[in-house]
């Protein structure tokens, strides 16, 4: 990537900072599944509770991402980024200070509403800066900052709680977005203030707005298909592994392989994406291989090549998603296109797992949540083409006026 026409030292370090600030949400979003087990000793949550309170991180994603992007697009990106940080450190201290399920509660859904803004300001901010021939590249760059949060949690929080307490660790989960706000704060130049837009409501977006908006609402439509099925798919292959006789370890660290490379592909995938002429055959490519990968699992006996190859083929396609999504948007409805795409993960998030175990539960079978995210993720090329279709009726002209 480096080598390649376009790319600097400074492109990249700009590029890295961009993730650096995104990270912030996937680090403070695993962190209390990291010291599940020391919440459940210590404060006598159930599992129950401390599912809801994962969950509760990507809630706002889903019911205020909308009403963020007007946020956004009123007030203007650095400002509204500053303040959702700050939002982040609060909740987070909130979380790792309660004493109870409510506190705690309170406090995941306040770091989770800066958490969603957050990822929205840095992906337009990402597009913007990179617009052109770099421009699914770096989407495709940015949205890795998500799994690779869930990453860094997984490292150091552990460890954290084991020397010197669950609290400490959830302490930690508000000191990386208080650095990252100090950082934003001093670096400026690297996090400008965008232009601002005259107030607008809801009224307004469903109004006058949406309409404007459909061929990123069909790309968020596909995005939110692309995140049921592969959610849906890393959450319940552990299950049918086991199902058919692997130990749960090796079970857990197979299906792992699918996340690890959808990791390491997505990157990479923006860049092969930039250098075709045709984005679009990419994408098609990426979801329907991902697809037959994940069912050719089931036959295959849960060969694990094969959970490598479904993250691999995954992951050329993401970053042509977000490349089309900020094409498909004037630069004033930028930010309300991003929340859309916001609200389209954050949903698939939390529908993928819901859906697989209603797919278990009525067939009896675990093979029944793999089937049905194969499925899911070969339907997102329905939207997919709708907005293609969309953007073409855009700049075909229409009949000529008789005269």
């Known amino acids: 990537m480096e080598s390649s026409p376009g790319w600097t030292r400074a492109s990249l370090s700009v590029l890295a900072a961009f993730v650096a600030v995104r990270l912030s949400a996937g680090f403070q979003f695993h962190a209390v599944a990291v010291v599940a087990p020391l919440l459940v000793s210590a404060l006598g949550l159930s599992y129950t509770e401390v599912g809801s309170l994962i969950g509760a991180y990507v809630l706002p994603a889903v019911l205020l991402s909308i009403p963020g992007g007007l946020v956004i697009q009123r007030f203007g990106d650095r400002r509204v980024l500053l303040a959702s940080l700050a939002l982040c450190v609060a909740g987070a201290a909130l979380t790792a200070a309660g004493g109870g399920f409510a506190t705690m509660l309170a406090g995941r859904l306040i770091a989770g509403t800066g958490g969603a803004l957050v990822q929205i300001i840095v992906l337009k901010m990402a597009t913007e800066r990179f617009a052109g021939p770099r421009m699914s590249t770096a989407t495709a760059t940015a949205l890795t900052a998500w799994p690779l949060g869930i990453a860094l949690a997984l490292a150091v929080l552990g460890t954290v709680a084991q020397a010197a307490g669950w609290r400490t660790a959830l302490a930690v989960a508000a000191a990386y977005p208080l650095l ?130 479904v993250g691999l083929v995954m992951g050329l396609g993401p970053g042509v998603l977000g490349a089309a999504l900020a094409m498909s948007a004037r630069p004033d409805q930028r930010a309300l296109a991003f929340a859309l795409f916001a609200t389209g993960s954050g949903a698939g998030s939390m529908l993928g797992p819901s859906l697989s175990g209603v797919a278990v539960d009525v067939a009896g079978a675990s093979a029944a949540a793999i089937v049905l995210s194969g499925v899911t993720m070969a339907s997102a090329l329905l939207p997919w083409w709708w907005a293609r279709h969309l953007q073409r009726a855009r700049v075909t002209p229409g009949p000529r006026a008789p005269a």
């Open 180 to 309: 990252v706000l100090a950082a934003v704060w001093w670096a400026a130049r690297l996090f400008p203030a965008s232009a601002q837009a005259p107030a607008a409501n809801l009224r307004d977006f469903a109004g006058s707005q949406l309409p404007g908006l459909l061929p990123a609402l069909a790309i968020s439509l596909a995005w939110m298909l692309l995140n049921i099925g592969f959610s849906g798919f890393v959450a319940f292959a552990p299950t049918w592994l086991a199902d058919i006789g692997r130990p749960l370890d090796r079970a857990g660290a197979a299906a792992s392989l699918t996340g690890w490379a959808l990791v390491a592909a997505q990157p990479w995938g923006g860049w092969i994406a930039d250098r075709l002429r045709r984005p679009s055959l990419l994408l098609t490519v990426s979801i329907a291989g991902s697809a037959a990968c994940m069912l050719a699992t089931l036959p295959a006996r849960g060969a694990e090549p094969l959970y490598v190859l």
